[in-house]
């Protein structure tokens, strides 16, 4: 039970860590924070993979082999798709 | 050992994640911000690449290979414009991937804690309503369903059962770890639920919606992280999660209404009577006459709305402003919350089309200028633009922060007619004293509004 509270810490924490920096983003750029933010959100990428190569059971890795496709889609599309964004905004 | 290294590397990527995002406080940092995110993000994936678990790479070099193809192609040829429905769409594949790393974990784990199960059951239904509701999201503002929301009877009390039950299912699988099916039937429930909640929302109302979807992305991706006690999920999914949840609220605020509002409130079934606000008041301007106007104006502020992103005239506004600029006139934007379909919407149109980011001002910092501004420029905007906000406390947009374009001294309104915005009110704007119409499409007006400019 208690790595769980570590983990309910470690959560609640960077909640807070996340109210402070996002807070600081101008609304000019609101539009790649949510893309950027989404793209990071893809970290699930990590658990897709273990599930698509431990080879446990063909339904896991078929589990695995979607949510990686899906994971990977977020993650490669979000921070292109904002890096082309913000290149537009540095412009001048 | 070899954990301890993994997990210190993973601490590095959640590190990295909070500069990147530290660095989109400015424009000038912004680039180097996301690369820095990104950078922490192939670390991630390097790492948990060396893990001993992983026997078979075909299934991951595959998924790598088509994910990436198919994210490239829709990041570099996806419109500006269409920006919210893209990010809609990769908001439901991250949730939708949480919900099935979750489902994995479930059947690979053979004598699961509570505190796994409760975990595993939030990823699941989160992540299916992030899915299944960026799904109907993306649909609406592509333009494949109807924008109107679809309301019934009984709509309520049809959501709430739908969430009972999911809740309920929620609750068995802790108690019966063992019959996995069951999570399977929950991820249904969440699918069918995230589309009860979508279906109702209206096309201005997607700001919001979005920005929450944002939240729920971040949130499946943190429940995942207790699933797989794995803190690199749990921090990052919890940063995307405060993002969107900051989102949410800015967005609410800008039009005055509660979260609670907007979900299962909503406006679009109100019908006005407006013949007798603009009987005999209205006055029709042409491109020319807009034209004099501008050349003995010395300021000048343009108010984009969504109406520009659909007509595509963000390149004709970008050629008006330099004429003007060339002309030693000073131009700025004025840019509401909620203006478009997501937050920050017409920023992104403006950068695209090379307006420098200092000429966006936000309604609390152009506000006040309006009383020096000789002429205002609304190009397709209309609630965030209406008096009665402030005027009459019986409107449904009462108490909404509107920019105050009719204290300068001239506005241009151009708009194809006279019908209501999303609130689906009349707007006594368009016959004000100072309101001249230019009724026409945007693209065109502004195209002729330059002509005449160039000749005169």
């Known amino acids: 039970m208690e790595e769980w509270v570590m983990y309910l810490t470690v959560f609640v924490l960077s909640m807070f860590v996340g109210f402070e920096v996002i807070t600081k983003v101008p609304p000019t750029l609101h539009t790649p924070l949510m893309s950027g933010s989404n793209a990071i959100s893809g970290i699930t990428i990590v658990g897709a993979l273990i599930s698509a190569g431990s080879g446990h059971s063909t339904l896991t890795t078929l589990l695995g082999f979607i949510a990686l496709v899906f994971a990977t889609i977020n993650v490669v599309g979000g921070f292109l798709v904002t890096h082309r964004m913000l290149e537009m905004f540095k412009r001048k | ?456």
Request: hydrophobic content about 50%.
């Open chain 2, 1 to 456: 050992m070899e954990k301890v290294i993994v997990n210190l590397a993973y601490l590095l990527s959640a590190s990295l994640f909070i500069f990147g995002l530290k660095g989109l406080s400015h424009p000038k940092t912004a680039v180097r911000g996301n690369l820095t995110a990104s950078v922490g993000m192939l670390i991630a994936v390097l790492v948990t690449l060396l893990d001993k678990r992983i026997i078979d790479f075909s299934f991951i070099v595959a998924g790598l290979i088509v994910g990436a193809l198919i994210g490239t192609i829709l990041a570099l040829k996806v419109e500006m414009t269409a920006m919210p429905q893209l990010v809609a769409l990769f908001n439901g594949f991250g949730g939708g991937a949480s919900a099935l790393v979750a489902g994995s974990a479930l059947m690979e784990t053979h004598e699961p804690s509570i505190p796994f199960l409760l975990a595993t059951v939030a990823s699941g239904l989160i992540g299916a309503v992030t899915f299944s509701g960026s799904g109907v999201a993306f649909a609406k503002l592509q333009g494949l369903m109807k924008e109107r929301p679809i309301r019934y009877s009984g709509e309520q009390i049809v959501k709430a059962l739908v969430g009972l039950l999911g809740l309920g299912l929620g609750a068995l699988i802790v108690l019966n770890p063992q019959s996995t099916f069951l999570y399977w039937i929950l991820l249904a429930v969440g699918l069918v639920l995230g589309v009860l909640l979508t279906i109702a929302i209206g096309g201005a109302d997607m700001p919001v919606v979005i920005a929450l979807l944002n939240s729920y992305s971040g949130l499946a991706a943190s429940a995942t992280g207790f699933v797989l006690e794995n803190n690199a999920l749990i921090i990052s999914g919890s940063l995307v999660g405060a993002s969107g949840i900051i989102l949410t609220n800015l967005m609410c605020k800008a039009m005055n209404r509660s979260l609670t509002n907007v979900l299962f409130g909503g406006f679009g079934e109100v019908k006005a009577q407006s013949d007798d606000i603009y009987e005999g008041k209205v006055k029709a301007t042409t491109p020319e006459e807009v034209a004099l106007l501008l050349e003995g104006a010395r300021r000048v502020v343009i108010v984009p709305g969504y109406g520009m992103a659909v007509a595509q005239a963000q390149h004709a506004v970008r050629d008006l402003f330099n004429l003007l600029e060339s002309k030693g006139i000073e131009v700025e934007f004025a840019i509401h919350p909620v203006a478009g379909r997501m937050p920050g919407h017409m920023n992104v149109l403006l950068a695209e089309v090379d307006i420098p980011y200092e000429k966006m001002k936000d309604l609390d910092e152009i506000n006040p200028s309006f009383e020096q501004t000789d002429v205002v420029i609304v190009v397709g905007a209309n609630d965030v633009v209406n008096p009665l906000a402030q005027t009459d406390p019986k409107s449904p947009i009462a108490g909404m922060p509107v920019l105050e374009v009719w204290k300068a001294r001239t506005v241009v309104v151009i708009k194809r007619s006279l019908s209501p915005g999303f609130a689906g009110i009349p707007n006594p704007l368009f016959a004000m004293d100072n309101t001249l119409m230019l009724f026409a499409d945007a693209k065109k007006a502004l195209q002729e509004i330059v002509n005449a400019l160039k000749e005169s």
